[in-house]
């Protein structure tokens, strides 16, 4: 090859690594550290308190050593909203639960505005990379699983990277008939709770049988985090990065 043609190659190729490793992009994040650039979490990880609470977790890797799947600190965790049949007020409970889940976390989020897309849209394109959480408002004819006293309904896709599983995209639903004018105006620390509750089931918490805790499964007034619920968020938000 002429010594010019190889210049230009280096030169195209030096062009190519600069735009990888400066560009803010997520979505270039694995292949900066697939080349050995960047492996740093974007937020700090949460300290891990052992406070005699009850939590679980969704999935854990399938080696059986215990540790749970949970989403790589070292991503954004994209998400977008769906206003279709959203309460006045929605989008602030939404906000803040969003807040909320982030700092028990140590997990970064990204609002990426509104979409037409409906939660639960269908995770992981061929091209493109995954798609984001997508938040909504439903009924039960559209998700079954809302139906009887069930005001929301959350979850998370898991793919499996260098070894490891873990979360990749995921969607709340969030039932019209509960999330009404009037319940939001006159109870928005419970409706929020179920805001975050669904988020915790997004970022990998499952439901537990004590009612102290915000995941257990029946909402029985509680609007804060528990003890268990802090550890289990902790330590989803402190594994390493994929």
Not at 32 to 61: C, D, K, N
Request: proline letters at 8%.
């Amino acid at each position: 090859m002429p010594r010019r043609t190889w210049t230009t190659v280096l030169a195209t190729l030096a062009v190519l690594f600069a735009i990888v490793a400066l560009h803010p992009s997520d979505r270039l994040a694995p292949v900066r550290r697939a080349i050995g650039l960047g492996s740093e979490r974007v937020l700090p990880a949460p300290a891990v308190v052992r406070q005699g609470g009850t939590y679980a977790f969704t999935m854990t890797q399938p080696d059986d050593d215990g540790e749970p799947v949970g989403w790589d600190p070292c991503m954004v965790i994209r998400f977008q909203v769906n206003p279709e049949g959203e309460p006045a007020g929605g989008r602030a409970l939404v906000d803040r639960a969003i807040a909320r889940i982030s700092a028990a976390t140590g997990l970064a989020f990204e609002d990426e505005g509104d979409t037409v897309e409906r939660p639960f849209p269908g995770g992981i394109k061929i091209f493109g990379g995954p798609d984001p959480v997508v938040i909504g408002w439903g009924t039960p004819a559209e998700y079954p699983d809302l139906a009887g006293a069930v005001a929301g309904v959350g979850g998370a896709m898991a793919d499996q990277g260098r070894g490891r599983v873990h979360y990749v995209s995921g969607g709340v639903a969030l039932d019209r008939e509960a999330f009404t004018d009037v319940a939001v105006a006159q109870q928005p620390r419970v409706m929020e709770a179920i805001v975050l509750h669904e988020l915790a089931h997004v970022v990998g918490l499952a439901h537990v049988s004590e009612p102290m805790e915000l995941m257990f499964a029946d909402n029985s007034g509680q609007v804060e985090l528990g003890p268990g619920d802090r550890e289990g968020l902790a330590r989803l938000g402190s594994l390493p990065c994929d």
